[in-house]
């Protein structure tokens, strides 16, 4: 029999890492609590650095399993793979492409995804959390993967998956909050804007654990279709943004 972590089953154990990773966004926040601005160079030091943990985390704890299990499940895994990861992206180009949001970095105010009467402050905010769902599906999927009892479905996996995420909503939580400061917000208000932005993760974990544990057969097509919509975040939102 597997033993949960914490004694909790795979579906509270991703809601307990959502809220984790939520609470990593809030820290990122909070640096606007004590200036307007940050070292950009510091700033884009730090985005290149989750880019690179959010890669090895997408190989270590989601595709490589994923590889196993569809060898495990008798799956053709050159199929399976590439059916999952290509959804994991269109997924996230179809949301790119037609919720208005701006990316940090970004000084104009005309938003992709369409127009919209929304303010600058809200599409900031929006740009995030489009890029927290497929960070907290993920993170849920790797946890409901204990459920299978699949070997390669492991908890260190999980947590290691749960502390790049963590460590790489730091400065996206900085990078939302900053901006919304310098166009005039309250301290306290630029804040809890930049950390709302991580309260879909929780969320999005539920979803991810609850749909691998009722619907086992495709657990590998969700580990590569979260492999996917991680990578998509990384290409086209933390590089360029590191660049900016």
């Given at each position: 029999m597997r033993t949960y972590f914490l004694g909790l089953?795979?579906?509270?154990?991703a809601l307990v890492a959502g809220i984790f990773t939520w609470f990593m966004t809030a820290v990122g926040a909070s640096v606007v609590l004590g200036t307007k601005k940050i070292n950009r160079k510091l700033l884009d030091a730090m985005l290149g650095f989750s880019a690179g943990i959010m890669l090895a985390a997408c190989f270590w704890s989601l595709l490589m399993p994923g590889f196993e299990m569809a060898r495990q499940m008798g799956m053709t895994t050159w199929i399976t793979a590439s059916v999952g990861f290509m959804s994991g992206g269109i997924f996230m180009r179809?949301?790119?492409r037609f919720l208005p949001h701006i990316h940090p970095g970004l000084f104009h105010d005309r938003p992709e995804g369409g127009s919209s009467s929304w303010r600058r402050s809200m599409l900031?905010?929006?740009?995030i959390t489009i890029h927290n769902i497929p960070e907290g599906l993920a993170l849920g999927i790797a946890f409901g993967a204990l459920a299978s009892g699949a070997k390669t479905a492991t908890l260190g996996a999980a947590l290691a998956l749960t502390l790049g995420i963590g460590i790489q909503d730091i400065p996206e939580g900085t990078a939302v909050?900053?901006?919304l400061r310098r166009e005039g917000l309250k301290r306290w208000k630029s804040f809890m804007l930049g950390q709302?932005?991580?309260?879909?993760?929780p969320l999005a974990a539920m979803v991810g654990a609850a749909f691998v544990i009722y619907i086992n057969s495709l657990l590998p097509y969700a580990l590569f279709f979260s492999a996917g919509a991680m990578l998509f975040v990384v290409i086209e939102g933390l590089i360029p943004e590191s660049q900016r």
């Open positions: 089953n795979p579906i509270l154990q179809i949301f790119d900031l905010v929006v740009a909050s900053l901006p709302y932005s991580g309260l879909v993760e």
